[in-house]
C-alpha cells in the first residue's frame, strides 16, 4: 500500500466509521460462527497499525504480522510485544499446524498469488482450525482506493470460492457485507467515473455523517452470517481445511 494509505489508518482507525463498525461485525461474527477453543491461539496476518488485535484478544493469545515497517511498529506497541514481518504467500518462520484462527482482513487482494498465500495459512492451521477472510467485491466497483491500496483485484464470491477450494480449503458462512451502505459506496463510484473525480481519500466524513455510517453499518452485526445479503462492498468467510 502506498504510505498515505498506512498513515491515515494510524489517524483514523480508532474514529473512522469503517473500522470501529466493523470491528464489532467481526466479532459478533467470530463469536456465533468461529468455533473456536478456549485461549484460542490466533495469528493475524497483514494487521496494518494493529486496530483489529484488542478484539481479536477477546478471543485468545494473538500473533501478528505486518510487512510495513511504520505500521509494524504502531502494531508492536499496541500489542505489547514484537510484530513479525514474514511475507505472504511464503510465511517463512511462521509455525506449521500452530494456530486455531487466522485472520486476514483486506489483505488476500494484495498477494498476487491468492491460492499460494491461502494455501501458506492452512499450513499453518492447528487442527480444526479456520480463517477468516474479507475481502472487497466487485471488479467493475474498482477505483482509485483499489490503486492506492495496491489491490490485485477485486473478488466475486464465485472468484473468492475457486481460490479458497484451489487451496485445499472449504468456505463457511460466506456472504456479502457493508451491505447497508452499498447503495452510496457503488454510487459514489459511479460518480467519480463519469466526473473524473475518482478519489482515493478515505478520511472519515464530518462528524454527524461518521456517526450516522457507523450505526448504519453497526446494524450488519445482526445479519451477518445469519441473513444472506444480495450485494455488499465486501465478501465474509470462514475457511477450513477441506
Known amino acids: 500500500m502506498d504510505r498515505r494509505v498506512y498513515d491515515r489508518m494510524a489517524e483514523h482507525d480508532s ?11 467481526l466479532a459478533d461474527y467470530l463469536t456465533r460462527f468461529g ?3 478456549a485461549a484460542a491461539r490466533i495469528l493475524e496476518i497483514g494487521c496494518g497499525t494493529g486496530h ?18 511504520a505500521a ?27 494456530y486455531d484462527l487466522i ?13 499460494a498465500a491461502l494455501a501458506a495459512m492452512r499450513q499453518c492451521l492447528a487442527p480444526g482450525g479456520k480463517i ?3 475481502v472487497p467485491a466487485h471488479q467493475w466497483m474498482w477505483s482509485a482506493h483499489d490503486v492506492v491500496n495496491h489491490h490485485h483485484r477485486r473478488y466475486s464470491k464465485a472468484t473468492l470460492v475457486r481460490a479458497i477450494r484451489t487451496a485445499g480449503l472449504r468456505e463457511r458462512k460466506l456472504g ?16 467519480g467515473r463519469l466526473t473524473g473525480r475518482d478519489d482515493s481519500d478515505d478520511s472519515p466524513p464530518a462528524a454527524p455523517v461518521n456517526a450516522l455510517f457507523e450505526k448504519i453499518f453497526r446494524l450488519e452485526r445482526h445479519l451477518v452470517g445469519r441473513v444472506p445479503m444480495p450485494i455488499g462492498v465486501s465478501i465474509l468467510t470462514l475457511a477450513e481445511p477441506a
Do not use: K, Q
Open 72 to 98: 509494524r511498529a504502531v502494531a508492536s506497541a499496541r500489542l505489547g510485544r514484537p510484530v513479525g514481518d514474514a511475507p505472504l504467500p511464503d510465511l517463512t518462520g511462521v509455525p506449521r499446524g500452530h
Open 15 to 25: 474514529t473512522h466509521w469503517w473500522y470501529r463498525a466493523r470491528r464489532d461485525i
Open 35 to 37: 468455533g473456536l477453543p
Open 176 to 191: 456479502y457485507f457493508n451491505s447497508l451502505l452499498f447503495p452510496l459506496a457503488a454510487a459514489a463510484r459511479v460518480a
Open 103 to 115: 485472520a486476514v482482513l483486506d489483505v488476500v487482494e494484495h498477494i498476487a498469488d491468492d491460492v
Open 132 to 134: 477468516l477472510i474479507a
Open 52 to 69: 483489529n488485535l484488542p478484539m481479536l484478544a477477546a478471543f485468545g493469545a494473538v500473533d501478528a504480522i505486518e510487512i510495513d515497517p
